[in-house]
């Protein structure tokens, strides 16, 4: 191994434990593993900068976006209040 790999190892890895809440898949670990023991660098310095990409796209659409994670009902009343109005209750007859 050259004396990049293990950094560049480090740091897929942490970028993956970024992306997902639990512990990054194996075989998506084995396959970075297998990249980097091919001496294929840029592919993996591809997935890091991919990995990165993404995690800021998130971060982004987070911010401007605030409604995006919501619900469907959740989405239509705070839509509605941000012009002063609220929604009717459901009758339940």
Known sequence: MLPDHPRLYRSLL???TRAAP???NRTIVS?????LE??????????LLFLKSQREH?????RYNPL???TEQERIRKTA?????????ASTT
């Open 14 to 16: 942490r970028e993956l």
């Open 22 to 24: 639990s512990k990054p």
């Open 31 to 35: 396959n970075l593993r297998a990249l």
């Open 38 to 47: 091919q001496s294929r660098l840029q592919d993996a310095r591809n997935a």
């Open 58 to 62: 998130q971060t982004l659409v987070e």
């Open 68 to 70: 995006s994670s919501l």
């Open 81 to 89: 209040n941000r012009v002063g109005l609220d929604v009717p209750k």
